[in-house]
Every structure is written in C-alpha cells, then in structure tokens.
C-alpha cells in the first residue's frame, strides 16, 4: 500500500506563489484535489503513469504546473498567480489507473495540507 506524504501549504498574498510536495513511493497516477469549507473535493491537476503527461482543470490552467522527480519519489504542485478563491485543502492521491480526473479513481490519499490566499 502506497503512503503520500504532502508539504508545502500554508498563506500567502493573492498573487503570490507556493509550492506543494506529494512524496509518493512506487510508479502511480498522482492528482491533486482540494477541498474548500463545507464544498465538494474537487479536481486539480494530474499526472499519469508511464509518460508523465498532465491534465489541469480550467480554473488552474496556465497558473499551475505539477511535475514529477522520480530520483525523489516527490509529485509538486507549483502554483503561481494564487487568487482567493484557491483557498482550500488540498490533497494528493494516487492510483494505479493510467490516469484520471476522478476522485473516485483513486486509491490513496495524502492527509491534506491548508493553503490560504488573502486578498
């Protein structure tokens, strides 16, 4: 059974930037959800097995990239021109699917790390 350990939350300025970190061990499907007070957990971005191709919801598209480090077992999610409306709890998860944009495609799942975007 696979472990994600996430890292990186935390608050920052509309605007700003962070990075979160998904530790992973093993080759699986890793997508990022997050999960606003009292709202649905919600789909973010992907990345599928094998090719390491990406898929991003339109509401993140163009302002953040998730990536692989295999030499680290590490999935990021940079995410840059952060706005309010991204605050959230967000997850990592993994599969052994090729890939997927479902929540309930996937197996396993991180504890979650708070990111706060104050206007």
């Known amino acids: 059974q696979v472990q994600l350990v996430e890292s990186g939350g935390g608050t920052v300025q509309a605007g700003g930037s962070l990075r979160l970190s998904c530790a992973a061990s093993?080759?699986?499907?890793v997508g990022w959800f997050r999960q606003a007070p009292g709202k649905d957990r919600w789909y973010v971005a992907s990345i599928a097995r094998i090719t390491d191709s990406t898929v991003y919801a339109d509401s993140v598209k163009g302002r953040f990239t998730i990536s692989r480090d295999n030499a680290k077992n590490t999935v990021y999610l940079q995410m840059d021109s952060l706005k309010p409306e991204d605050t959230a709890v967000y997850y990592c998860?993994?599969?052994?699917?090729?890939?997927?944009?479902?929540?309930?495609?996937?197996?396993?799942w991180g504890q979650g790390t708070q990111v706060t975007v104050s206007s």
């Open positions: 093993g080759r699986y499907a």
């Open positions: 998860a993994a599969t052994t699917l090729f890939s997927s944009t479902k929540v309930t495609d996937y197996y396993y």
